[in-house]
């Protein structure tokens, strides 16, 4: 990357709560989001942020993406004022679904009382852009604005791609991150059908009785600015997204390539546009989704690129799959985490698997020691379709 | 069945419907236009649907355009009955 890019705000809404500081720092502590196997945001609720018109006029992907960019503006000091030309500030909001509960209702709206009982609002609260579309208008942000759809890479590429924005010049600053709303019947029972679940709805990463992933709802929204622009205007820099990579698979519809290669592909990317080495990783936020085939891979790409000596863990184990969000979720948490130094654990791992012998940081979190350097952590996020995306952070 | 169409049945709706949408309840009457109220294009596909749901009277494209107040509304559909 030549500009630099600074991550001067953060905001999120998880099962850990409402708040970024309160997911990581709840994370750290070793407490789960995860109830009867449901990774909900039980916390939220809607109305406390926003008006009965802005909660009716959004599906809750975009209710949680809303409420999260409201912490991450106001943490960069742009609550009053933006800082910048509006026209130069873009919005970039990935998903995996979309508004899937709109949809659901409206279906079932039509089926039993016929066309007519159709909400007019339907459409425009179940697009995958409406995310994107609400944090817009809420903030006035008046560059371009759209969604990254790409499964559970969705988050991680809308935070790659709006880098690129600021970089290529075409904005000064990008409100970027991804949301997911989608613990609905049929998500949740096409999930199920495809054997993608924990029939024990335990979210164990790496371990050798993981049986699949937990299902989490929940956003995360970063405000990216060029870093000279940010450092003119005196803003507190968290941390530098210092590289981005993205491969794709090509390979299967759901499964990851065995040997790791498409994951193993865009870590060495985001570390080569990090202009960093192997040895310079402190860290590594898993995608770690718990289920039997991805872990493996990761581990295999992990172990390739990195060695096998780096600290891994999974944020998952937590708070569930956010699907579209968790590459965003996992960024912010890792950000946080780095500026504590810490390596925050992946909860429930008790029993090693047979050849996946990484440091998974079990069960409590540890201390990093960076030797007075900056801290450096690869945030992974692999999506079904082969959608491989990672950003490099680093944090001074 | 459709209800029978009455200024005061269709009053009842409007207003009825009208804090669905967030409007401040206090802030409705015959004269408040909806830009007052802050009731929009997609507010008013929504009341559209409720009063043909109702009274079976079909609200679309102008006359949507031709309403101002909550007044104009109920004129409109009482002006469709029969």
Redesign the interface.
Known sequence: MNREIVVTGVGAVTPLGVGARTLYERWRAGESGIRDGVGAANEFEPTDYL????A??SDRFAQFAMVASDEALAEAGWKDELPYDPNRVATLIGTGIGGIGTLEANHKLMLEKGP??V???SI?LLMGNAASAAVSMRHDLRGQSFATLSACAAGAHAIGTAARMIQTGDADAVVTGGSEAALTPLATSAFAALDALSDLGISRPFDAQRDGFVMGEGAAVLVLEDGDRARERGATILGRLAGYGSTSDAYHLTAPNKDGIGAAGAMEAALRDAGFGPQDVVYVNAHGTSTPLNDRAETIAIKQVLGDGVPVSSLKSAIGHLLGAAGAVEAVATILAMRDRVAPPTLNYEHPDEGMDLDYVPNEARTLDVNGKPAVALSNAFGFGGHNAVLCLEVE | MAATITPEAVEKTVYGALPQFGVDESQISRDATFEELDVDSLDLAELSQIIEDEYGVQLKGDDVGKIKTVGDAIDLVVSRAG
Do not use: H
């Open positions: 008006t009965v018109k802005e009716r006029r007519k009982a909400s007019p609002l425009p």
